[in-house]
Every structure is written in C-alpha cells, then in structure tokens.
T-cell receptor
Framework: GAVVSQHPSWVICKSGTSVKIECRSL??????MFWYRQFPKQSLMLMAT?????????EQGVEKDKFLINHASLTLSTLTVTSAHPEDSSFYIC???????????FGEGSWLTVV | AQKITQTQPGMFVQEKEAVTLDCTYD???????LFWYKQPSSGEMIFLIY??????QNATEGRYSLNFQKARKSANLVISASQLGDSAMYFC????????????FGTGTSLTVIP
C-alpha cells in the first residue's frame, strides 16, 4: 500500500483563493520532503525541499510567497497555493525521504484546477 | 501491494555499454501508461520515455528504449551506449486510467556510469 499519501487527489478552486495540498508519510518519519510540479512535457520540476522544523528551500524561479510550504512534523508537509490563478493549474506531487541517503517514496499526486 | 517495484537500488555500468534497469508493475486496469524519469543531482525529474498499455511496439527515444512485456508486467528501461552523464537516479512510474491519472512511483535505481 501507499507509504506516502497526498490529499486531495483532485481540487478545483476559484481564482484568487488559496488551496492546500497535504503530503503525509504513513509508515515512516520523513526528514525531508520534496514538492514537484508537472509541466506539459511530462517532466517534474522540483519546486522546493522541506526539512522538518525549518524553512523550505525553494528552487530558483519558484515564488516563495505564492507556494507556501510547511513541514510542521516528521510525517506531514503542506503546500499552499495562495491567490491561485488559472496558470497555477497543474499536477503537483510530493516525495518523502526516509533518511540520508535513505529511500524516496512518492505520493500519488494532486490535480489542481483553478477556474 | 506495491504498484511499482524497482528491485535494483544501485547499478554500475561501464561507459559505452548498455544497461537495463528493471521495473515491474501491478495493475488490473487495462488502460495504463508507464513512464521512466531520470533524476540528476539537481533534483528535477526529467521525463525519458512513455509506454501505453495498448501500444503494440516498444517505445524508443534515442538511446532509451523500454522493454515492455505486458504478460509479465514488466517495463524495463534499456540505456544503450552509456555516457557519464547518465549517472543519476532513475524512477519508473505508472498511471492508471481508472484511478484518475494518479502517479505511482517506484523507489528508484541509482545508476553509476564508470569511465
């Protein structure tokens, strides 16, 4: 079964509102979690890396104030898309690492549609 | 049960040689897609190759080919003429039509190309 759970799988929100996506590690404590966004050519762009209890490290070009990432516990990281716009519509997926180097487990992804 | 299984945590290959990375999958959905991604140290997930469940021929993209054996539920990635730049993590993934295109990833194989 899934060891990393993402919720919701699908979400539709109105333009200008905020939406939160959760990523939970079910069977292990995830020292590090990663957030990706999928672009049309199927590649997944790394948005940010989050370590429990510290601020996320964002990749270049990713707006920190727009994509808020919180890693409040060793089993939960959240991505909040603030003031969402239609261009934020995409597939977002998280992964969690068990240690260093550890094993990486992916969530099943979340489809966001902003209307 | 795991949807995607990659049994090789690490692999080594001599430069210019071919290498096969194993991937088996588990699904009862007749319609699904199989993907391979390369993850260099930068962290992004680069899409390499796709195989649809109804495709009659094995997918090929340059030096990458997918050895699709439907009855065995395997989708091995073959990299021909390995290059030093091929050293990276490789992830196999699947999407099922029935689950709304959620992604299921394996735990990855670390490939090291030796000069």
């Amino acid at each position: 079964g899934a060891v990393v759970s993402q919720h919701p799988s699908w979400v539709i929100c109105k333009s200008g509102t905020s939406v939160k996506i959760e990523c939970r590690s079910l069977d292990f404590q995830a020292t590090t979690m990663f957030w990706y966004r999928q672009f049309p050519k199927q590649s997944l762009m790394l948005m940010a890396t989050s370590n429990e209890g510290s601020k996320a490290t964002y990749e270049q070009g990713v707006e920190k104030d727009k994509f808020l990432i919180n890693h409040a516990s060793l089993t939960l990281s959240t991505l909040t898309v603030t003031s969402a716009h239609p261009e934020d519509s995409s597939f977002y997926i998280c992964s969690a690492r068990t240690g260093d180097p550890g094993t990486i487990y992916f969530g099943e992804g979340s489809w966001l549609t902003v209307v | 049960a795991q949807k995607i299984t990659q049994t090789q945590p690490g692999m080594f290959v001599q430069e210019k040689e071919a290498v096969t990375l194993d991937c088996t999958y588990d699904t009862s959905d007749p319609s699904y897609g199989l993907f391979w991604y390369k993850q260099p140290s930068s962290g992004e997930m680069i899409f390499l190759i796709y195989q649809g469940s109804y495709d009659q021929q094995n997918a090929t993209e340059g030096r990458y080919s997918l050895n699709f054996q439907k009855a065995r539920k395997s989708a091995n990635l073959v990299i021909s003429a390995s290059q030093l730049g091929d050293s990276a993590m490789y992830f196999c993934a699947m999407r099922e039509r029935g689950t709304g295109n959620q992604f299921y990833f394996g735990t990855g194989t670390s490939l090291t190309v030796i000069p």
